[in-house]
């Protein structure tokens, strides 16, 4: 991630978050961390960025990310998932919590469901196939990916300007990788198993 942010700068940012608004297993999360950590001094070796920039680019990103699941759900609905859900490791399960959390909450879910990780990912799907009103969704999506990109982009910056913290984990980043690496093969083992269940819809 780091390297991919430092060679494509902003348009890196663009695509990394509109991948992860549009059902991707991207870690925005640690992007726009980064992104904010590069816009103090600390990381003088990487491109320099602004809080402004990053958070207009990711925003702007993250809506059409959202804007294409939003027209997928509508129009093509569970029958992307049981074509390519398996190459996205997006399953049915996936849609009915969605459509459980939206069901629950209604209009106001789109914003709150932008501010909730995993959640934000699969909220515009079902706003989809309850056929949401496009300019409503679009005013939603846009004011709650607005605050959670900011909201990581200021968190990461704030780590930036701490160089104690940034000597810490320039100390700790090879611990920090296998950490992360083992993380993240038991996240796929256990989405992979999981994805085997019946889905809801089916039961």
């Known amino acids: 991630m780091q390297h ?5 700068g902003y348009i ?12 991707i297993p991207v870690p925005s999360e640690v992007a726009f961390g980064l992104a904010g950590a590069y816009c103090t001094t600390a990381f003088a070796a990487h491109p320099q960025f602004s809080v ?3 958070v207009i680019v990711g925003t702007i990103g993250a809506v059409i990310g959202s804007v294409v699941a939003y027209e997928l759900g509508r129009y093509a609905g569970r029958a992307i998932v049981d074509r390519y859900g398996k190459y996205l490791m997006l399953s049915h399960k996936d849609l009915d919590a969605s459509e459980v959390w939206f069901a ?4 106001p879910s789109v914003f709150v469901g932008r501010l909730i990780p995993v959640v934000r990912a699969f909220i515009s799907v079902p ?7 496009r300019g409503r969704f679009l005013v939603l999506t846009t004011i709650g990916s607005g605050i959670w990109v900011w909201l990581l982009t200021e968190l ?4 930036g300007k701490n160089q ?3 000597k810490y984990f320039k100390e700790a980043e090879v611990p920090i990788v296998v950490l992360v690496v083992l993380v993240i093969a038991a996240g796929v083992w256990h989405r992979w198993h999981s994805m085997k269940a019946p889905p809801r819809h089916a039961r």
């Open 52 to 54: 402004v920039n990053v």
């Open 12 to 23: 890196g940012l663009f695509l990394l978050s509109l991948l992860s608004s549009a059902c």
């Open 164 to 166: 104690h913290f940034v």
């Open 156 to 159: 990461g910056y704030r780590a």
């Open 4 to 8: 991919f942010i430092s060679q494509y």
């Open 127 to 133: 706003a989809g196939l309850a056929e949401m009103k």
């Open 104 to 107: 629950k909450y209604g209009t």
